[in-house]
């Protein structure tokens, strides 16, 4: 198999980059990404130089760079992670999020189709999330079956496109597979999103921004537990399937904040309570879901699949992680993020 993978500089993309480069040597990986703010070749570092590893700078929008890595690498399947994936700047700026997210998506399944010619042996693997579904009440999970409900452009976008992929599916015969995950944490993950931007503040003793009151709750999973989903459904998922991943793991985000201050001050060495100072209630995200809860039970039961990590030790060990690795801090939060940043919590 030559396998491309968008989005592999990313945060899950580079969890399953690896995975994939480490576990299956008789394959090409071949991660296509066009490195914008959100992606590293850092991400990669200890994969990059590997035999059966190969790396593109393309857009995903672009008829000809798409076309071109195909190609050159003589693809044979696809998994889709590239998009944009930040909430906010989706509130911001939602243009840009229609045009990689959604147009993006249906130029790779055109370069696909027009490159295989018949969508027999191969797959198109659509990475997709649980904020399709909407928000949630005090009560009850999101399922395969739910009806799509997006209410932020970011979500809308990624409905928009898993649309796109069902239609490629039943009107060509698109050979597709779909996953729709719950909020990944871990290593390698950008400090514009909740855990690690509270984990940088900790450490440099600046307030910890949470929207409204703090009570709208997330399902967190471990990246390396989701990228263990989709190698899973990628190899053993039938064509056309739609699968659900999550932690089981639901946190109202003021607790989780509370949860991540309990355990820097340990590892600081610090006064118990004394990050937890830090935390400052500002003015909420517009439209800002409520809870999200996935029922995953569909994964575990036909293909076995079922989180490794504890919440305790992969908290743990992330933020062990981000303390251990500064310069990839620094580095990810240079230049154009610190403007991005002032302005958010300015407004706030
Ligand atoms: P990320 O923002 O960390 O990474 C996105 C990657 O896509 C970056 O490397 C970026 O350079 C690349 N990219 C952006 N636009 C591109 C373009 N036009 N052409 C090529 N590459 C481009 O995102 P992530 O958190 O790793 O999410 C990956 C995927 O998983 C997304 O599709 C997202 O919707 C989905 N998802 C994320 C989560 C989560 O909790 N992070 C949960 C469920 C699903
Ligand atoms: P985020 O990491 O942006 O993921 P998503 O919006 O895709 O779920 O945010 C997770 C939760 O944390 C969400 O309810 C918004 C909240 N949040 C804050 O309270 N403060 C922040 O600074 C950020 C970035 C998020």
Partial sequence: MNILVTGGAGFIGSHLVRLLVNKY?????????????????????????????????????????????????QITDVIHL??????????????????????????????????????????????????????????????????YDPRSPYSASKAASDHFVSAYYHTYGFPVKRSNCSNNYGSNHHPEKLIPLMINNILNKKP??????????????????????????????????????????????????????????EELGRKEGESAKLITCVKDRAGHDLRYAIDATKLFDELGWKPDITFEEGLRSTVKWYLENQDWVKEVTSGAYQEYYNNMYNQR
């Fill in 25 to 73: 040597p008789a394959y090409q990986i071949v991660t296509f990404d066009a490195l914008t703010y959100a992606g590293n070749l850092a991400n990669l570092k200890d994969v990059m130089a590997a035999e059966n590893h190969h790396f593109v700078k393309g857009d995903i929008t672009s008829e000809q760079e798409v076309k071109a890595a195909f190609e050159n690498y």
């Fill in 82 to 147: 590239a998009a944009e994936s930040h909430v906010d700047r989706s509130i911001e700026g939602p243009m840009e999020f229609v045009h990689t997210n959604v147009v993006g998506t249906v130029n790779l399944m055109n370069q696909a189709r027009a490159y295989w010619k018949s969508g027999e042996g191969h797959v198109f693997y659509h990475v997709s999330t649980d904020e399709v579904f909407g928000s949630l009440g005090s009560e009850g999970f999101f399922t395969e079956v739910t009806p």
């Fill in 208 to 265: 910890l921004p949470v929207y409204g009151e703090g009570i709208n709750v997330r399902d967190w999973l471990w990246v390396e537990d989701h990228a263990r989903a989709i190698d899973l459904i990628f190899h053993k998922g039938a064509i056309g399937c739609n699968y659900n991943i999550g932690g089981w793991n639901e946190w109202r985000n003021i607790d989780l904040v509370h949860e991540l201050c309990k355990i820097m001050d």
